[in-house]
């Protein structure tokens, strides 16, 4: 489904040319569970904004879907990604002037989707994630694992071909982290395809397969199932 | 040491982050620029008549009163006034009477010139008005009736580097004049401006043909008022009362003397006479009598300028101090680095406000360039002599120092507490929290900004809206091409010849005269008139003219006619206006009498022959007076020609044809006229200089409110920053993004619009209560100026934001 050719990622600051990536090539079908692992400065963040279209590679071809994505302009990609990738951040980042139903409705609003089906999609939603009661909280008011639920539920919503989830559980406990890595399992398993990305060998074990980045490069590729 | 440490790197700042810095100093010094022109101008206006070092002991008198059921307030006064309080009031240390000798011929050798400013007044005159005296001996100016002062202006004029001390001048009247003095010319904030200083003794000789006892008797004569009074007094408590109980007998006794006349009521109808005083220092911004010397100011234009010149600077102080806040959120990481090198909470506070000071005072200096590069352009404009550099103006380098100190240390106070009250950890973990709180307060600061802008905009519309229904009202005559002669009598007292050498011009449509110029101010007169109640006393304003002075002004007529050509000496046929036949209550007026009554002089009869419609005779602003019309004595020469040159002749060369008539029949005088539509223009000038300052200010408030509008977006931007990530990240288009800041920013911009608008209605309101006749500014429009404020605010925002929210995307849009 998802399918890098040689993707490389230069940044220029001043003078100074730095190598984020280099030759990159990777290929995700519909419904794996890729994990990618790497230390910190490994290339992991600017992997993650080029396969979540939200930066362009250097250099190299991305096919996304079997349709090449490299060429399209921001409005073009910003399209393309709507209901078709979710995000997942360490930090759940929410907006802090919505309530937890606003938040999780806040990508069909920007779809344009009528109210009554919005208001059905998230309902079963937060149902489906055990929020309904939190569900007109702000999230000041939430626990951190209660906060990251929310951000599933805003990733889900949109019914996403892949979810891109970056140290989605970076700033739980373990026990938590657990809880978030189960809900991941479990929408994996409707065959949604989960990409996390992140530096914990244990979470990078839930995958079905673990992708080691270092320096840039993919050294690494390992099936676990 | 500290200081300058902290000084340099706040220059160091400017410089990194210079597009920002740059429009936050620039927005400060055009805020401290209007502040020090305000500053000028407001002192110019407050201390009018100031320069006299006894400023604060000279009172002008004035008359109050009520003739027939008419009550007036005069700025003149009778000719015994002057002499008999210095006499019988101790507490008058000195007093001086003026008059003012309008449009007069002053000719020295071979050169003549037409003089406005030509006053008599007593030997006191330089005691009290103690203009500095360049060259003569101040205690004996003015003692001989040859005596004439002139300024240092007059003395270039028609001396150049002659001695000007001894020379002759002489009037057109027949006085002449020794030059005794010379002083400087009147300061610009004065109430009134002399050219020339005559010996108010010289008057006498002008009473040519009377016996010592009529000219004794005319000179202590109380009912006519026609001298300006002035005294000074260094306590007045009680002397306004006590002047009123004293003169009250003496009017009462002469208007008894005059009653008791076998002609008839010659004491002009007078019911009450008063004198009241007013302070010098008050003339210009409080006085708005009839027959002021020069028109004066009004308070509320004073009030206007200070509170727009303190709301401009504490708004650009708002900008400053939401810029550098934002501009803050950039140096989260200085700021950090900072704390962990061990500055203290109290360092980052003071390095915070020496670096706002520095920047307010470079903002005070680029404004002392730009108000002295500004300020030619501004007299110019204004008819102003401001400067910035003058001894007097040193307090105000001092205040306005201080003022940009003050501006410094409240722009930087909020940057400098909130930012150094925050922990090392929290800043590196979270970066600067700028609270929702806050954003409400400064969006409430921008909404200000937004109140000033549109209600300059809409008091700029709505004067120049109403200045053009002035300036296209119908007058009830045409003054289209219709030329002014002053000083008509120097072509002789035989005004039907005249009249009958222009009309044959070709050009010249019709020919005629007045005393008094039409849109200049008319005085009032005393008529008495039969009504069903009995006999009635009534103030008309009234004009001697020519037969043809209608016709040539092209003014209906109602009912009736012009009088008939007479043999006699003077016509007994008189026109009035429809408001005049409203104001006798004479519903069929033709053929009826009225009664010229001039206090002591006159009681003649009137027969009332034509009703002309009514037309504006005075200044568009005052309301159409009744008006009586009739013509001179035979052998009395009217004062102003006024000539109606056909739509088809061309102007320049009608003015060279009748500029050689004049010359060939007045021994060469010169020849002056104006433009009767000029004339109506110029009662304008004051609504008009007033409309520019207006204009200045919203275009500067617009620019002020720019750099508002572009400091609260920034905030709101900086603030909503993460936020607008992941909402770009999660599907939403630029669109959409900006729709959302714009609804961040546009609630507070219409909120000040909707504020500003009633404010700007009541205002305008206020100023339009000023004029007899107006037309607002249509509700619709104020709306739409709003709009349109509404929509530039939307374009500024939309400008300023998609760079930096296009800039949310890319390696800045996920963390590690």
């Known amino acids: 489904m998802i399918q890098a050719v040689d993707i490389s990622k230069e940044y220029r600051t001043g003078n100074v040319m730095h190598q984020a990536l280099s030759n990159i090539n990777l290929n995700v079908e519909r419904g794996d569970y890729v994990t990618f692992y790497g230390p910190s400065g490994s290339g992991k963040s600017s992997l993650v904004n080029i396969l979540g279209l939200l930066d362009y590679p250097s250099s190299g071809e991305l096919i996304f879907d079997g349709q090449s994505v490299v060429n399209m302009n921001e409005r073009q990609r910003?399209?393309?990604?709507?209901?078709?990738?979710?995000?997942?951040?360490?930090?759940?980042?929410l907006v802090e002037e919505l309530t937890v139903y606003e938040n999780i409705e806040l990508p069909l609003v920007y779809q344009k989707i009528k109210k009554t089906d919005r208001k059905q999609r998230v309902l079963k939603i937060i149902s489906e994630l055990n929020l309904t009661h939190r569900k007109n909280y702000f999230p000041k008011d939430l626990t951190g694992v209660e906060k990251q639920k929310v951000a599933i539920a805003r990733a889900i919503i949109i019914e996403p071909l892949v979810i891109i989830a970056d140290e989605p559980t970076g700033k739980l406990n373990s026990a938590e982290g657990v809880e978030i890595l189960d809900i991941l399992n479990r929408i994996n398993e409707n065959g949604t395809t989960i990409m996390v990305f992140t530096h914990s060998e244990s979470v990078a074990a839930k995958g079905q397969k673990i992708v080691q980045v270092f320096d840039g490069h993919l050294v690494r590729e390992k099936m676990l199932k | 040491m500290r200081v300058l440490k902290d000084i340099k790197i706040a220059i160091r700042s400017l410089f990194r982050f210079r597009s920002d810095a740059i429009i936050n100093v620039i927005g400060l010094s055009i805020g401290i620029t209007i502040s020090i022109i305000v500053l000028l101008y407001v002192r110019n206006e407050i201390n009018y008549d100031q320069h006299f070092s006894n400023s604060k002991n000279i009172y002008r008198v004035y008359t109050e009163g009520v003739i027939g059921d008419n009550y007036f307030k005069s700025a003149v006064t009778p000719n015994p006034l002057s002499d008999y309080l210095l006499n019988n009031f101790d507490e008058v240390t000195q007093s001086v009477k003026i008059v003012r000798g309008i449009n007069k011929l002053v000719s020295y050798q071979d050169k003549k010139f037409n003089e406005d400013n030509f006053y008599y007044a007593d030997t006191s005159f330089f005691n009290i008005f103690d203009i500095p005296l360049l060259k003569g001996d101040r205690s004996s100016l003015l003692k001989s009736d040859e005596d004439v002062v002139i300024t240092r202006r007059i003395a270039n004029k028609?001396?150049?580097?002659?001695?000007?001390?001894?020379?002759?001048?002489?009037?057109?009247?027949g006085l002449e004049f020794v030059v005794k003095g010379v002083c400087d010319d009147f300061p610009d904030n004065t109430h009134f401006h002399c050219d020339f200083i005559a010996s108010h003794k010289s008057i006498d000789k002008l009473y040519k043909g009377k016996t010592e006892q009529e000219i004794n008797e005319l000179k202590s004569y109380w009912l006519q008022l026609d001298r300006y009074t002035y005294i000074v007094t260094a306590d007045t408590t009680g002397l306004t009362q006590k002047i009123a109980d004293q003169l009250a007998v003496v009017i009462q006794n002469q208007v008894s003397k005059y009653q008791n006349l076998e002609e008839g009521n010659v004491s002009g109808g007078i019911k009450s006479i008063g004198f009241k005083l007013q302070a010098i220092e008050d003339i210009h911004l409080k006085s708005n009598l009839e027959n002021e010397l020069e028109s004066n100011s009004k308070r509320i234009y004073v009030v206007l300028f200070m509170t727009l010149a303190l709301f401009v600077l504490v708004v650009t102080s708002i900008n400053f101090m939401n810029l550098t806040t934002a501009r803050a959120s950039k140096r989260v990481l200085e700021i950090g680095v900072r704390k962990l090198a061990g500055e203290g909470r109290h360092d980052l506070f003071i390095q915070f406000i020496i670096e706002a000071v520095t920047y307010s005072f470079i903002a005070l200096f680029l404004g002392l360039v730009l108000s002295e590069l500004l300020l030619p352009g501004f007299n110019r404009l204004f008819n102003l002599e401001l400067r910035i550099n003058n001894l007097e103006s040193r307090i105000d380098f001092l205040y306005v120092t201080s003022l940009t100190l003050l501006v410094g240390l409240i722009s930087g106070l909020y940057p400098a507490i909130s930012f150094s009250r925050y922990r090392e950890v929290v800043i590196f973990k979270k970066g600067l929290l700028l609270g929702k709180k806050s954003m409400v307060i400064r969006g409430?600061?921008?909404?200000?900004?937004?109140?000033?802008?549109?209600?300059?905009?809409?008091?700029?519309?709505?004067?120049?809206?109403?200045?053009?229904?002035?300036?296209r009202k119908d007058l009830g005559f045409n003054s289209h091409n219709v030329m002014v002669v002053e000083r008509g009598h120097a072509l002789g007292s035989d005004f039907s010849s005249v009249k009958k050498q222009l009309k044959s011009m070709h050009g010249i449509t019709d020919v005629s005269a007045c005393k008094y110029i039409v849109g200049k101010e008319v005085p009032l007169q005393s008529f008495k008139y039969m009504s069903r109640g009995g006999e009635k006393m009534i103030l008309l304003s009234y004009n001697f003219v020519e037969k043809d002075f209608l016709k040539t002004l092209q003014v209906n007529f109602s009912a009736g006619d012009m009088w008939d050509a007479t043999n006699e000496k003077m016509s007994r046929d008189i026109v009035i206006t429809a408001a005049t036949k409203q104001a006798l209550n004479?519903?069929?007026?033709?053929?009826?009498?009225?009664?010229?009554?001039?206090?002591?002089?006159?009681?003649?009869?009137?027969?009332?022959?034509?009703?002309?419609?009514?037309?504006?005779?005075?200044p568009i602003q005052y309301p159409i007076r009744p008006l009586v019309l009739m013509e001179l004595p035979k052998g009395t020469a009217y004062e102003n020609l006024i000539i109606r040159i056909s739509d088809k002749a061309s102007l320049d060369e009608m003015v060279r044809e009748i500029s050689s008539f004049w010359k060939a029949n007045t021994n060469g005088e010169p020849f002056e006229y104006k433009m009767l539509d000029d004339i109506l223009n110029e009662n304008l000038k004051e609504e008009h200089?007033?409309?520019?300052?207006?204009?200045?200010?919203?275009?500067?408030?617009?620019?002020?409110?720019?750099?508002?509008?572009?400091?609260?977006?920034?905030?709101?931007?900086?603030?909503?920053?993460?936020?607008?990530?992941?909402?770009?990240?999660?599907g939403a288009t630029h669109v959409q993004i900006l729709y959302e800041l714009f609804v961040e920013v546009g609630q507070f911009i219409l909120t000040g619009i909707i504020i500003a608008i009633p404010i700007s209605f009541f205002v305008l309101q206020l100023w339009l209560n000023g004029f007899a006749y107006y037309s607002r500014l249509p509700w619709f429009v104020m709306v739409a100026i709003g709009l349109v404020i509404f929509g530039l605010a939307f374009i500024i925002v939309l400008l300023h934001s998609i760079k930096t929210l296009k800039s949310t995307h890319g390696e800045n849009a996920v963390e590690v």
């Open chain 2, 444 to 471: 409430a600061l921008a909404a200000g900004q937004v109140v000033v802008a549109t209600f300059l905009v809409i008091l700029t519309l709505g004067m120049f809206w109403n200045l053009k229904y002035l300036e």
């Open chain 1, 78 to 93: 910003l399209m393309y990604r709507r209901g078709r990738i979710g995000y997942l951040f360490s930090s759940s980042r």
């Open chain 2, 689 to 730: 200089t007033v409309f520019k300052m207006v204009f200045l200010f919203a275009i500067l408030s617009l620019f002020v409110a720019w750099l508002g509008i572009r400091a609260f977006s920034t905030y709101v931007t900086e603030m909503k920053m993460s936020e607008f990530q992941i909402k770009k990240i999660i």
């Open chain 2, 586 to 618: 004479m519903p069929k007026p033709l053929g009826k009498k009225i009664n010229f009554v001039d206090a002591g002089k006159w009681d003649y009869g009137f027969s009332i022959v034509g009703v002309s419609k009514d037309f504006h005779f005075e």
């Open chain 2, 158 to 173: 028609y001396f150049g580097n002659e001695e000007p001390i001894g020379k002759q001048i002489k009037l057109d009247n």
